[in-house]
Structures are given as C-alpha cells and as structure tokens.
C-alpha cells in the first residue's frame, strides 16, 4: 500500500527560495504521520533556476537533514527538477524528435551531474525535456541510479494514459501547489 502525506504552506508569489525550515518541518511531520524512518532520502526540488541550485542546496539540506534527528545516517540525495528548459532533442540526422519518454543521460553540465526526460511530442515542433539536475548525493548511494528511479516515477501517475515527463510526485505538489493557491485561506 502506497501512502502519501502532503501538506502546503503559505509563500508569496514567486518566493521559491530559503524553504529549508519549512521542509524539515514537513519532513518530520510526514515521517511522523506515517509512522516511518527513513534509511535514504531523494528530494525532488522544483523551482530552481541554474544560478540558484547551489545556494537553494546550501541552504536547504542541512535543514532536511535536521528533520531525521538523532539519526545522522540517512542517506540523501537533492534533485533539482527544471521544466522550463529550452533543451530539445532531435534524432541525429535530424528527421524527427526523440521517442516519447526517452532518457537522455549523456548530456553532463558544468558542476552538476544531469539528465533528461523527453516527454509528449506536440504536432508541429519538439517536446521540451524536463532537465534534472543531481546537486547533492550522498557517496553511498553511488549504486542507486537516479535518472532511471525518476524515470520510472514518471510512471506512476494515478489515471492518467499518455506518457510524461515529470516524476509523479513532482507534479502532484506542483498541481496541490496551484489548486491551494486559489483558496482564500490558501489550502492552511
């Protein structure tokens, strides 16, 4: 049985940074309610720009880390998810876009380790990839391969028939984010 805690917190608009108290707080209150310890830990983070990912990570993981307490040994790994990515992926002679769903793991940026997922091809241009960006992952969790944990997240969406790009979990908090939003009292 898959259980899933979700919770929301008043931000002004576009006020995506310094979340670290608020997400241990959050973490702690999910772990709690679900009567669970953790043993690894992968934060998906959405809202983060290329100039940003450092200092969200800086100021983000120690927090995380304090909502596991006493217990030091949890691994963690910090993920970076950027839907707004101008990166687009054309088969190498050009003819077509990628397959739906394909997994591009070859690209690596400058200080992070990335990869792509391809999502839904539109009719008349390319689809735009969802980039991921591994900013933070602990030495003994080297064996786990987050790009195909993503990957297979994207496919655990609740009724829903087409491929995707986003993990699950990722879009689900962006959609409880948008449809909390539109309440006077802001989903609290």
């Given at each position: ?35 669970v ?6 934060v ?19 927090d ?125």
């Open positions: 049985m898959v259980k899933i805690y979700s919770k929301t917190a008043r931000r002004a608009a576009s006020q995506e940074m310094k979340l670290g108290k608020m997400i241990c707080g959050f973490v702690a209150n999910a772990m709690s309610a679900l009567d310890l953790a043993a690894s830990f992968i998906l983070r959405d809202g983060v720009g290329d100039a940003t990912i450092s200092v969200a990570a800086e100021q983000e993981i120690p995380i880390r304090k909502a596991f307490g006493e217990d030091n040994d949890v691994l963690l790994a910090y993920v970076v998810c950027q839907k707004w990515i101008a990166t687009k992926f054309l088969l190498a002679d050009g003819s077509q876009v990628m397959p739906v769903g394909t997994l591009v793991t070859a690209l690596q940026g400058i200080e992070n380790k990335t990869f792509y997922i391809n999502g839904m091809s539109p009719p008349y241009s390319t689809a735009k990839s969802v980039r991921y960006v591994v900013s933070q992952k602990d030495k003994k969790l080297d064996s786990t391969n987050l790009s195909k944990v993503s990957w297979a997240l994207c496919h655990d969406y609740p009724n829903w028939t087409g491929p995707v790009k986003l993990t699950a979990l990722v879009q689900m908090a962006h959609k409880l984010g948008e449809l909390a939003g539109g309440f006077l009292d802001y989903g609290e």
